[in-house]
């Protein structure tokens, strides 16, 4: 087996908050157990066009505080191809690169678990996604801090909302999965959370609209953008025909909830993962994705963090519509 002595270190996917923090911790706890970091730029479309550059501990100062990611992001359709691979395969050895830890999600880890397999590379995954969509850790980076700033915003949307008296359909985001709006639907009070996977949450919001209490002065519905453009705007054209009576407007938060200050949660699972990342290389692990469940460190195949679908805990709407008496 090869000792590795340079690890190659990119985001991919959309842009998390704490990717910037796991980023930091890599390339410092590298450096303390004496590897060499390659920071490669915009995800594996840097990787196969050799967008490389030697990274050290001042090229992470004054980081961990900043959303987005110093290192680029983007999906790469090259990397897709066998070709694309292959060059990315053939700039990495030219580089010396002995192993990869690719920051990113779903898109990701197929990815890079496709190229890991055809190439027998070792690759570390860390889970930095807003989505919380994977398998293997309780919690992705940059999902504390995507609830956060959506309940900032619904909080601010509820005062407006109570002084006209409306009923506000508020998108989040969470294409193939539900757990921002389930979450940020408890922590902001929302009377109800639209999740595209549990289609039967229409009709219980239609009842509620209809039978429920008319003396609320306000009401927040949530809804996940899921995969059909414009999820909240049909929603809300529904609502209106159905209830007149309601004063309805729509809004969509969109990617106000990748940026931002990461939270010090986000900075915190950023910073035990980026070490032990680099800790599992070491070990002679790869192939894997490093997450936390339940507190603790977890090892998780890369091609399992993201072969389930997530199941929503029932348990979260029954909450909502519990609390929203
Ligand atoms: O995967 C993170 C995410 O923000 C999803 O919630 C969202 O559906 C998607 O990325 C949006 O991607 P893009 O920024 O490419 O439009």
Do not use: W
């Not at 999906?75 to 060059?87: I, L, N």
């Not at 940020?184 to 009842?207: K, M």
């Not at 680099?278 to 994705?289: D, I, N, T, W």
């Amino acid at each position: 087996m090869t000792q590795i002595k340079r690890i190659g270190l990119l985001t991919s996917g959309g842009d998390a908050p704490g990717m910037n923090a796991a980023i930091r911790a890599v390339v410092r706890s590298a450096i303390y157990y004496e590897l060499e970091v390659i920071g490669i730029r915009r995800g594996f479309e840097g990787m196969i066009n050799g967008d490389y550059f030697r990274m050290d501990r001042k090229s992470v100062s004054n980081i961990i505080q900043r959303g987005g990611t110093i290192l680029k992001s983007g999906r790469s359709e090259q990397f897709a191809t066998e070709e694309g691979r292959k060059k990315a395969y053939e700039q990495l050895k030219e580089n010396d690169i002995d192993a990869i830890i690719t920051i990113g999600g779903n898109g990701t880890f197929i990815a890079a678990d496709i190229f890991a397999k055809e190439y027998n590379f070792p690759v570390i995954g860390l889970p930095g996604t807003i989505d919380n969509d994977l398998i293997g850790t309780d919690f992705t980076i940059g999902y504390d801090t995507a609830i956060n700033t959506a309940i900032d915003a619904i909080d601010k949307i509820r005062d407006t909302a109570e002084s006209h008296a409306r009923l506000f359909i508020v998108e989040v985001m969470g294409r193939d999965c539900g757990l921002i709006a389930l979450r940020a639907g408890v922590g902001a009070g929302a009377e109800a959370v639209i999740i595209p996977d549990t289609s039967s949450n229409l009709d219980a919001l239609y009842h509620r609209l209809e039978f429920g209490r008319k003396d609320k002065s306000s009401r927040i519905v949530l809804v996940a953008e899921g995969e059909q453009p414009n999820a909240a705007f049909e929603i809300g054209r529904m609502v209106k025909e159905k209830f007149p009576n309601y004063d309805t407007r729509v809004s969509v938060l969109g990617h106000i909830q990748r940026g931002g200050k990461p939270t010090c949660m986000d900075r915190v699972l950023a910073s035990r993962l980026g070490v032990a990342a680099v800790e599992r290389l070491l070990a002679g692990k790869f192939g894997e994705m490093v997450g936390l469940v339940h507190g603790e460190l977890a090892y998780t195949p890369l091609e399992s963090a993201v072969k389930h679908h997530i199941t929503i805990n029932p348990n979260f709407l029954k909450i909502v519509e519990i609390l929203s008496l």
